[in-house]
């Protein structure tokens, strides 16, 4: 064999060798993390789209007890999958993302109109620093867990969702412990991973301003839509547009 058939065969042999590394680096697996007051339910919508596009999604259900028994149920989740693994948190869910997203196999983060705290951080402390208009949360009688107001929940929660919808989700509300709203962070994975937000502007959970403050921190790239706090339901296409985008950024 002469040296220019040599140089074709190796040329030939490092281009299929970089194509199937950058096909084995594809993230396909999307594991979302719900926020409090909600469930993993009202991710059906994007969940679908982005399967139809090809990825494999779970949805954690965490027991919103506490943050270290949130982080745990979703490690339990990140250890079922095959592969690099795109960690989507709204909410609260973006406190639990940002301790989990240390496993390994994350490759990257994306937080959903979500807290996206540093270190010693916790929703409390964010919440206090640029508070919203409303969110009429009240304790239990026990003095232990926290919910929204169902008279207040459209209003501050699902604004742009039809009201028998709306009215669904806050009789269906996942009440939260205090103790998770006030733990803080050990060790945030954005500042070592790559992260993107999704900005709901006429969010009334969490300031947008706020989101996108966190959001600026963490040099995460940033998509706003027009929606309530509960964007993932009301513009399921968007954010499935936004999440894909993520998906395929990361696996580069």
């Given amino acids: 064999m002469n040296r220019r058939l040599l140089f074709t065969a190796a040329l030939a042999f490092a281009t299929t060798s970089i194509a199937f590394a950058a096909e084995a ?13 909600a469930d993993g ?11 139809k ?14 943050l270290d028994e949130d ?11 095959d592969g690099p693994i795109l960690l989507v948190g709204h909410s609260y869910g973006g406190m639990v993302i940002t301790e989990a997203g240390n496993d390994p196999n994350v490759a990257g983060l994306v937080y959903v109109a979500a807290f996206q705290p540093d270190k010693d ?4 402390s964010l919440a206090s620093s640029k508070p919203t208009g409303s969110m009429d949360i009240k304790e239990t009688k026990d ?8 008279a207040a929940f459209a209003a501050d929660f699902a604004a742009d969702l039809p009201k028998a919808e709306a009215d669904f989700m806050a009789r269906s509300q996942v009440f939260v412990s205090k103790q998770a709203f006030a733990a803080k962070i050990n ?4 500042r070592t991973k790559r992260s993107w937000s999704i900005v709901a502007t006429d969010d009334r959970s969490i300031n947008p301003e ?10 995460s790239e940033v998509t706003e839509i027009k929606a309530s706090h509960a964007v993932f339901v009301s513009q399921p296409e968007k954010v499935a547009d936004a999440i894909e985008k993520a998906a395929k950024q990361a696996g580069k």
Avoid at 71 to 81: E, G, M
């Fill in 25 to 37: 680096a594809a993230v396909k697996n999307i594991v979302i993390v719900h926020g409090a007051l």
């Fill in 41 to 51: 339910s009202g991710w059906r919508k994007a969940t679908e789209i982005l399967e």
């Fill in 53 to 66: 596009r090809g990825f494999n999604v779970t949805i954690v259900q965490e027991p919103l007890t506490s």
């Fill in 71 to 81: 982080v745990a149920a979703t490690k339990r989740v990140l250890d079922l999958q």
């Fill in 121 to 124: 951080e916790s929703v409390l």
């Fill in 143 to 150: 003095g232990k867990y926290l919910y929204l107001d169902p």
């Fill in 187 to 190: 060790q945030p994975a954005w």
């Fill in 210 to 219: 706020l989101e996108r403050d966190m959001a600026k921190r963490a040099g």
